[in-house]
């Protein structure tokens, strides 16, 4: 499995920006889909976003479409999660996941690789 590290959560007002970081080691840059989740207390996992290997294909989930943008730098072996105009419903748990087979999913049961998660709060 590769090690990924989640980064860049906080504190922010509604209405304000963060970019969460996502590092991967121990694999070839580009040879796997990555994804971003979220999971709010008392809630299930979901899909927020996800980019294909080469980055050159996303998808997002409604709630986040035009707000948030996913990206990646394989040179770097990270991928970024740009979130804009957040929200106070925003606030959750932030995860990346890995997958190495397969094209972009949102089912969080097609990535069996994931982070330990950053905490993001949006206050009203």
């Known amino acids: 499995q590769v090690p990924l590290v989640e980064s860049g959560g906080g504190l922010v007002q509604a209405g304000g920006s963060l970019r969460l970081s996502c590092a991967a080691s121990?694999?070839?840059?580009?040879?796997?889909?990555m994804a971003w989740f979220r999971q709010a207390p008392g809630k299930e996992r979901e899909f927020v976003a996800a980019i294909s290997r080469s980055g050159g294909i996303t998808n997002y989930a409604d709630s986040v479409k035009g707000r948030f943008t996913i990206s990646r730098d394989n040179a770097k072996e990270t991928v970024y999660l740009q979130m804009d105009k957040l929200e106070p419903e925003d606030t959750a748990d932030y995860y990346c996941?890995?997958?190495?087979?397969?094209?972009?999913?949102?089912?969080?049961?097609?990535?069996?690789?994931w982070g330990q998660g950053t905490q993001v709060t949006v206050s009203s």
């Open positions: 996941a890995a997958r190495f087979f397969g094209r972009l999913s949102s089912s969080r049961y097609d990535y069996p690789t």
């Open positions: 121990g694999r070839t840059p580009g040879t796997y889909t």
